[in-house]
């Protein structure tokens, strides 16, 4: 009798759990629909292009609902792009390396390049609503995101071994079931890793955004970054203090209760034979499995969508053997893709035209101090490369190999590689002001916090999924430090290290408007470069200039994408594919 109290005891407390987890889940889903209604009726007021900003701290909590409502649109938005785009880019060999030099444009272009065009057009779009000001400045944090995630899932496809391929093939997979049941398992670890990197860059782009000037037209919204703006702008170290401290609460718990539930959920999808001896873990995750709304309800909703679906496909005859990709993409382009495609090429020849047009201004002093800025900015971003991959590599690999230290180390990296960037810039500017130094190579340093973090959560993710069994292997062999090294960790993480690299590469040409011109304290900071003559353009209205130092990136991107990453990625896709 004296044992059955305790048990009984015990069981109590373990069936209460989902009670109170249930408990939160409706609150968390009643909080959501809150956040939609007061964000349509913001949306759908008239335009304010410049709120005032207040510095109390009791308007922290406002302005940090419209910042995240504002990221969580734009990862959404950005999520669905990069899956779509990555996967036509890995599935069709027409296309793909035109789409992939795109993509290394565009990830290189820096935000500050698009928000002219962006705003302006969306403001024209949807005239009379606030709704048009708030899709342009959702759109720019779109292109702080989208393109790490799109390069990642792109990658992930194109190092799917191809047994795995094969035996979809064998099973008769459809189409949407060789995505649904292999593609986006396979690439789901390095998208739940790429997107913590893709966030912060999301959160670059949103405290750079809230706030902005173009010729003589302002835009001012109510978010964090507009605080912080505001803060740096009148050297108010306090308000400055309590608006990172707040992006730092909000990337705290965006860690504990998403990233790291994520972490330990994507980890059954990990690639390996035999199974790992211990797993990522997070408790979040195991109250949410404990919970009957959680479990039961999104499966039944789910069921109801897939189900009719599978139908209609086995009516169809879709459930059809799955012909080799490359063989089942070689027929001729319909009637419908080449209209699209003619009328895509009238309209880019007509802007190319304009450009053209547009270009005529630039004078020859203009075009030389470009060209300079061009050279030092390049060698600032290769500078900021090689010193984030001296330690990002080694760090990685252990944080991925050890799951002792990653319990300790990963949290830690999870919310640093959150905390945008941009953040830390004002701090950083208010210590040179006060040092009476000017940027530098300051600047390398600021490019840093935008690089480093896309190569380390790469690494991670790479060494994470290495297969345990290929890691007993070489212990069991014995293999030396280099023989580890050479054999095992090197070609294991090389496709998502050239991943982390090329994204980098982008973090660092959007660091650069901040790291080479900054305004702080009444005082304007700046170096030669051509991120300071983007933003030097932006703030005068020389459009012209902004568009010939986008030009220069465009090519200098190219060239080195011809140059070294199609090369290496190539080389990803053959010599270091994962096989068994």
């Known amino acids: 009798m004296k044992l059955a109290h305790p048990l009984a005891r015990s069981l109590v407390t373990v069936r209460s759990w989902p009670f109170f987890t249930d408990l939160g889940i409706a609150a968390c889903a009643l909080t959501a629909f809150f956040a939609v209604v007061r964000t349509g009726l913001y949306w759908l007021s008239k335009p304010v292009p410049v709120v005032p900003i207040s510095s109390s701290i009791a308007a922290l909590p406002v302005y940090a609902f419209y910042s995240i409502v504002r990221m969580a649109i734009a990862y959404a938005l950005s999520l669905l792009f990069a899956i779509a785009y990555g996967y036509i880019a890995a599935y069709n060999s027409r296309v793909e390396p035109w789409m992939i030099a795109v993509l290394d444009i565009l990830q290189s272009i820096p935000v500050l390049s698009f928000l002219p065009p962006v705003v302006l057009a969306m403001v024209a779009l949807i005239p009379g609503h606030q709704l048009g000001i708030e899709m342009g400045v959702i759109l720019l944090i779109f292109t702080g995101q989208v393109w790490n995630l799109a390069f990642s899932f792109y990658s992930s496809l194109k190092s799917i071994p191809s047994e795995m391929i094969e035996a979809a093939r064998i099973y008769h997979y459809s189409g949407f079931q060789r995505f649904w049941q292999l593609e986006m398992p396979y690439a789901t670890i390095g998208l739940v890793w790429n997107s913590i990197v893709s966030v912060a860059g999301g959160w670059f782009a949103l405290i750079f955004c809230e706030t902005f000037a173009m010729g003589d037209r302002n835009f001012q919204l109510p978010g964090l970054g507009s605080y912080i703006q505001m803060a740096t702008n009148q050297g108010n170290v306090r308000a400055l203090l309590l608006g990172i401290g707040a992006v730092v609460l909000i990337v705290v718990a965006t860690d504990q209760l998403i990233w790291r539930p994520l972490i330990a959920w994507s980890d059954k999808f990990k690639f390996e034979q035999v199974e790992s001896a211990e797993r990522v873990t997070s408790p979040i995750l195991t109250l949410l499995r404990r919970s009957s709304l959680f479990s039961t309800f999104p499966s039944r909703i789910w069921t109801s969508i897939e189900e009719p679906v599978f139908r209609r496909m086995a009516r169809t005859h879709e459930c059809r053997v799955v012909q080799p990709l490359d063989q089942s993409r070689k027929g001729k382009p319909s009637p419908a893709l080449w209209t699209l495609g003619v009328a895509l090429a009238a309209v880019v020849f007509w802007a190319a035209a304009q450009a053209i047009l547009m270009l005529r201004t630039v004078t020859w002093p203009d075009l030389r101090l470009l060209l300079e800025g061009a050279a030092a900015t390049f060698l600032r971003v290769n500078s900021a490369l090689l010193i984030s991959a001296a330690w990002t590599v080694p760090a990685g690999v252990a944080i991925g190999f050890n799951p002792r230290l990653a319990r300790f180390v990963q949290p830690l990296a999870q919310i640093l590689a959150s905390v945008p960037a941009t953040a830390f810039f004002p ?83 959007n660091a650069s408007v901040m790291a080479e011109y900054s305004r702080v304290q009444g005082r304007t900071l700046e170096v030669i470069g051509l991120g300071a003559q983007i933003d030097a353009a932006t703030d005068s209205g020389r459009f012209p200039m902004l568009l010939l130092a986008t030009i220069l990136i465009s090519l200098m991107v190219v060239t080195i994408n011809r140059l070294v990453w199609r090369k290496l990625y190539r080389l990803a896709e053959t010599r270091f594919k994962l096989e068994s």
């Open 427 to 509: 701090i950083l500017l208010i210590g040179l002001v006060k040092l009476g130094g000017g940027l530098g190579i300051g600047s390398i340093a600021l490019m840093l916090l935008g690089t480093q973090w896309y190569i380390l959560f790469n690494v991670i993710a790479g060494a994470m999924s290495i297969p345990a069994d290929l890691r007993e292997v070489s212990s069991l062999y014995r293999f030396s430090r280099w023989q580890r090294w050479t054999r095992l960790i090197l070609p294991g993480i090389f496709p998502y290290l050239i991943t982390g690299l090329v994204t980098a590469s982008g973090g660092a040409w």
